[in-house]
């Protein structure tokens, strides 16, 4: 998938190229339309957009191009995926003037090769017309009322899966993980390829719970006008996710490309992140939509070290595929 912006005022004689990958939704879901012509016409420069799948697969694009890099910016790499990233070393450092209205807590990376652009939280949505009283913890899905009434997305190809699995590694540790999920497996009523899917089943009623993002009540509330559809509890804390943007080492426009990373902080670009992405800006003097008032209060949360993730997932997974399979 590839999209073209180029505004009309520009002369595309004399306009720079910015080319940035990025994982489908940034395109999709309306913030690159809402956002990207506004640099493009402050800057002279075209900005081609090529979308690439989920955050693993254009991480791994660009680790495939290393030797001869098709773009300039990188959108998506987040804290499961950054050790990858720097151990491959695609990236090019840049320390942004704009990072004060970033909160420290959410400055992942001290090496400053990705900035964060926005973040979010794993969580579990329910149906409210199903299920008057929710789980409370990641233990309690595993109660026999809800048998089959669980749809999951698989790690192997989805980036909540990925989240979800690294969440029971983060409460029950590496020797904890795959009896907890030997326990949930009655739970399940099937485990998806993607998000997409997954939370269609959901809103078609096939199952009354769906891995999904404390913000999706959010969502409903927006567009529906309706809080049928609530986040579960955590009494562990939800997995946090925070997503990063970076220059690609050999970029041929680093002028270009660190404006591009400054103008994704500014005030301008944060304010379309929550009712496009459904996530949470980093810059913290954006205001949130009322809407957000409905998502889950993510106060307690957990995450991993990503050099952990990074020399230990292929483990994780393959252990948890073995197990999913018997």
């Not at 595309?12 to 913030?31: C, K, M, P, R």
């Not at 590694?169 to 998000?195: C, H, M, N």
């Not at 999904?212 to 562990?236: D, G, I, K, L, N």
Request: hydrophobic share 40%; net charge negative; charged share 20%.
């Amino acid at each position: 998938m590839c999209c073209l912006m180029t505004p009309l005022s520009v002369a595309a004689e004399d306009a720079q190229g910015l080319v940035v990958y990025a994982y489908d939704s940034f395109i999709s879901w309306g913030l690159a339309e809402a956002t990207i012509h506004a640099f493009e016409q402050a800057n002279n420069c075209n900005v081609t957009l090529v979308g690439v799948g989920d955050a693993g697969q254009v991480l791994n694009r660009a680790i495939l191009e290393k030797d001869a890099p098709q773009a300039d910016v990188i959108v998506g790499i987040d804290n499961t995926y950054i050790a990858k990233a720097l151990q491959h070393d695609i990236l090019e450092p840049y320390q942004s003037p704009m990072l004060e209205v970033i909160p420290d807590a959410l400055r992942f990376d001290p090496s400053f090769h990705l900035t964060p652009f926005e973040y979010g939280f794993i969580a579990f949505v329910y149906d409210t017309q199903t299920i008057q009283t929710p789980p409370a913890s990641l233990n309690a899905l595993t109660d026999p009322q809800w048998k089959e009434k669980i749809i999951l997305e698989d790690p192997r190809t989805s980036s909540p899966g990925v989240a979800f699995l690294l969440w029971t590694i983060a409460v029950f540790g590496e020797e904890g993980y795959l009896d907890y999920w030997k326990r949930l497996q009655p739970s399940l009523l099937t485990i998806t390829s993607g998000w997409d899917s997954a939370y269609g089943m959901f809103t078609n009623g096939e199952a009354p719970m769906v891995l999904s993002y404390a913000t999706s009540p959010a969502y409903h509330v927006e567009t529906e006008q309706s809080t049928r559809y609530q986040a579960v509890p955590s009494e562990e804390g939800y997995y946090r996710q925070i997503e990063g943007v970076g220059i690609l080492k050999g970029t041929k426009h680093r002028a270009l490309a660190e404006k591009f990373i400054d103008f994704m902080l500014t005030d301008e670009f944060q304010q379309e992140i929550p009712l496009t992405q459904w996530v949470f800006p980093v810059n913290k003097h954006v205001e949130l939509p009322k809407s957000f008032d409905y998502a889950a209060k993510t106060e307690k949360f957990l995450s991993l070290d990503p050099k952990l993730i990074n020399e230990r997932y292929d483990a994780w997974l393959k252990a948890w595929t073995e197990l999913m399979a018997r």
